[in-house]
C-alpha cells in the first residue's frame, strides 16, 4: 500500500471504524475488552486490505497496544477508585511483568507474522479451553506462590501478552483467580497490569516497526495511527449496545459463545499459518 489514494485511505478507515464497532460490541456483549477482540478483528481487515503478511500480524499487535494505552487507563482508573485493584501486589510483581514485556515484544520484533498469528491462535485456544473446562469458582490454591515462582508467572503474562497484544485481563484474571483471587479484585488488578503491558509494549512496537515495509499509510512503526484513533471512539460508542444485548442473554451462555469465539479464531488462525 505504498501508492496511498483517497479511495484507499477510505477503505482503511472504513475498516478500522468497522473494527472497533464490532470490538466494542462484543466486549460490551461478552464483558471482555482490549486485544483479545481487536486483535483478530484487525488481522482480518487488514488482511481484507491486501496489507503484507509480513507485517499484518505485527500491525494488529501493535495498534492493539496503543488502544490499550487509553481504554486500559480509563478501567484501571475506574477500578482504582472502587478500591479492587491490589497495590500490594502490583508493588512486588510489576517488576517481573514488565521484564516480561520487554522480553516479549524483543521476541514478536524478530518474529515471522507467522509465527505472531500461530502464537495468537494457540494461546486463544488454551484460554477457550480453560472457559469450557474450568469449573466457575474452582482454585488450586489460597494465594499466589512465593519467589520465584509468582515472578515467573508474571514474566509469562507479560511476554506473553505483549506477544498476542492483549492487556493484562485475558490471562491476568484467570492466573488470579486460579490462587482464590476474588473476581473484582482479580478484574480490577489486571487492569491495571494491562498499562505496565502496554506501555513498552506499544513503545517497542513503534521501535521494531520503524523502518518496516508494507505499513498501511499512517502508521508510526507497527501502530497504524489511524486505526488509534477510531477503533477508541467507534468501541466506546459501540459498547452499550453490546451491553444491553447481553441483559437479554443469559450469563452461561455469554461465556459459552466467548469461549467457542476464541476457539473458532485460534482454530482459524492456525489454519491460515499452517496453509
Not at 100 to 105: K, P, S, T
Not at 165 to 179: A, E, K, N, R
Given at each position: 500500500m505504498e501508492d496511498i489514494s483517497l479511495v484507499s485511505l477510505a477503505l482503511l478507515a472504513g475498516a478500522l471504524l468497522a473494527t472497533g464497532v464490532v470490538a466494542g460490541i462484543i466486549a460490551g456483549l461478552l464483558g471482555v475488552g482490549g486485544g483479545i477482540v481487536i486483535v483478530p478483528v484487525l488481522y482480518y481487515m487488514f488482511s481484507g486490505l491486501g496489507i503484507d503478511?509480513?507485517?499484518?500480524?505485527?500491525?494488529?499487535?501493535?495498534?492493539?497496544?496503543?488502544?490499550?494505552?487509553?481504554?486500559?487507563?480509563?478501567?484501571?482508573?475506574a477500578h482504582w477508585k472502587r478500591g479492587s485493584v491490589d497495590v500490594d501486589l502490583l508493588k512486588s510483581w510489576w517488576w517481573a511483568i514488565a521484564l516480561?514485556?520487554?522480553?516479549?515484544?524483543t521476541l514478536a520484533g524478530n518474529l515471522s507474522g507467522g509465527a505472531l498469528t500461530l502464537?495468537?491462535?494457540v494461546v486463544a485456544l488454551v484460554v477457550s479451553a480453560n472457559m469450557l473446562l474450568r469449573k466457575e469458582g474452582s482454585a488450586?490454591?489460597?494465594?499466589?506462590?512465593?519467589?520465584?515462582?509468582?515472578?515467573?508467572?508474571?514474566l509469562l503474562i507479560g511476554g506473553i501478552s505483549?506477544?498476542?497484544?492483549?492487556?493484562?485481563?485475558?490471562?491476568?484474571?484467570?492466573?488470579?483467580?486460579?490462587?482464590?483471587?476474588?473476581?473484582?479484585?482479580?478484574v480490577g488488578t489486571a487492569a491495571a497490569i494491562g498499562l505496565i503491558i502496554?506501555?513498552?509494549?506499544?513503545?517497542?512496537?513503534?521501535?521494531?516497526?520503524?523502518?518496516?515495509?508494507?505499513?498501511?499509510?499512517?502508521?508510526?512503526?507497527?501502530?497504524?495511527?489511524?486505526?488509534?484513533?477510531?477503533?477508541i471512539p467507534a468501541s466506546t460508542y459501540a459498547a452499550p449496545l453490546g451491553a444491553k444485548i447481553a441483559h437479554t442473554i443469559a450469563?452461561?451462555?455469554?461465556?459459552?459463545?466467548?469461549?467457542?469465539?476464541?476457539?473458532?479464531?485460534?482454530?482459524?488462525?492456525i489454519y491460515d499459518v499452517m496453509m
Open positions: 503478511q509480513d507485517v499484518l500480524m505485527h500491525l494488529a499487535v501493535g495498534t492493539s497496544l496503543a488502544t490499550i494505552l487509553a481504554t486500559g487507563t480509563s478501567s484501571a482508573r516480561g514485556v520487554i522480553g516479549g515484544a502464537i495468537f491462535g488450586i490454591a489460597e494465594k499466589l506462590p512465593g519467589s520465584p515462582f509468582k515472578e515467573l508467572m508474571g505483549v506477544m498476542m497484544g492483549i492487556g493484562g485481563g485475558t490471562l491476568g484474571v484467570p492466573t488470579l483467580t486460579l490462587f482464590s483471587y476474588p473476581i473484582r479484585k482479580a502496554a506501555v513498552p509494549g506499544t513503545l517497542m512496537s513503534i521501535y521494531f516497526g520503524w523502518e518496516a515495509e508494507g505499513r498501511p499509510p499512517f502508521s508510526l512503526g507497527y501502530v497504524n495511527l489511524i486505526g488509534f484513533f477510531l477503533i450469563p452461561s451462555k455469554l461465556k459459552l459463545i466467548f469461549a467457542l469465539f476464541l476457539g473458532f479464531t485460534g482454530l482459524r488462525m
